[in-house]
């Protein structure tokens, strides 16, 4: 699921209410059946989903990348036969097992956010939120997060929760959530809103280069108001 809207709709608020950072001030907040609210299980709800933020810098604990994705594990009071094992999975999950004894400085913005998201792997929630991860990598950071974010999609059955302001990242979503003055405006499927101008003005979001350029080559009558394609080499094909 893919969460997006303009600055101050209440996205980053709602990924620390359903982690249990925040508690609501009304309502409740429940995770798999657990409070937020109760203190006795607000332990396990953080155990269950995970929460990488923007700044990959401020979540490092150790100077070695093993040993900082080794952190959380070790506070489950895990065997360390088993934090190990844990260790070595996650860093291969997101490519990054030859880089096991690197100071996490040493790292780029890209690598140092695929060891944030090892660390939480480590943990095995069964939720993963991504507040903003990508907005501080540049584009090649931000295809290797995307693209290890859609092979955990297709090969794992964590739920994820990816929360962005550049509607291009929310391509690879089942479902689309866009936030409006902390309230849930629209929902529906990536497609849907990335054709709709309108839509995307009402929310102020930009709508992504593919669909850009597919809006101008059907304004122009160089492809038919009813052409649907996903791809450039698809407009190409038509075009041709």
């Known amino acids: 699921m893919a969460i997006v809207g303009a600055n101050g ?6 990924a620390r209410l359903i982690n249990g950072q925040l508690l609501p001030d009304k309502g409740s907040v429940i995770v798999d059946g657990l409070h937020t609210s109760d203190r006795s299980q607000r332990s396990q709800v953080r155990g269950r989903v995970g929460l990488v933020g923007s700044v990959p810098d401020h979540q490092f604990v150790s ?6 994705v080794a952190f959380g594990p070790q506070n489950l009071g895990l065997e360390r ?4 094992k844990r260790v070595d999975t996650a860093l ?3 490519s990054m ?3 096991a004894q690197y100071p996490p400085y040493l790292l780029s913005g ?5 060891v944030c ?24 950071g931000r295809r290797q997060i995307l693209q290890i974010l859609e ?11 990816l929360i962005t302001q550049d509607l291009e990242e929310a391509c690879q979503a089942d479902q689309v959530i866009v936030m409006q003055a902390g309230q849930i405006a629209a929902n529906l499927p990536f497609r849907a809103l990335a054709e709709n101008q309108e839509l995307l003005n009402q929310y102020h979001l930009e709508q992504p280069e593919f669909y850009h350029l597919v809006a101008l080559l059907k304004k122009q009558g160089l492809l038919s108001p009813d052409w649907r394609g996903d791809s450039l080499d698809k407009v190409v094909e038509a075009l041709c």
Do not use: F, H, W
Not at 9 to 14: E, I, Q
Not at 81 to 84: A, D, L, N, V, W
Not at 110 to 114: E, V
């Open 63 to 68: 100077n070695l990348v093993a040993d900082d």
């Open 117 to 140: 998201l090892a660390g939480i792997l480590a943990m095995q929630p069964r939720y993963i939120i991504l507040d903003e991860a990508t907005s501080m990598l540049d584009p090649q």
């Open 92 to 94: 291969r999950m997101v």
């Open 97 to 99: 097992e030859d880089y």
């Open 9 to 14: 709709s209440g996205k980053s608020t709602l």
């Open 151 to 161: 092979k955990l999609r297709q090969e794992s059955k964590l739920g994820i929760i």
């Open 110 to 114: 890209g690598q140092k956010q695929r």
């Open 81 to 84: 036969e088993e934090i190990y």
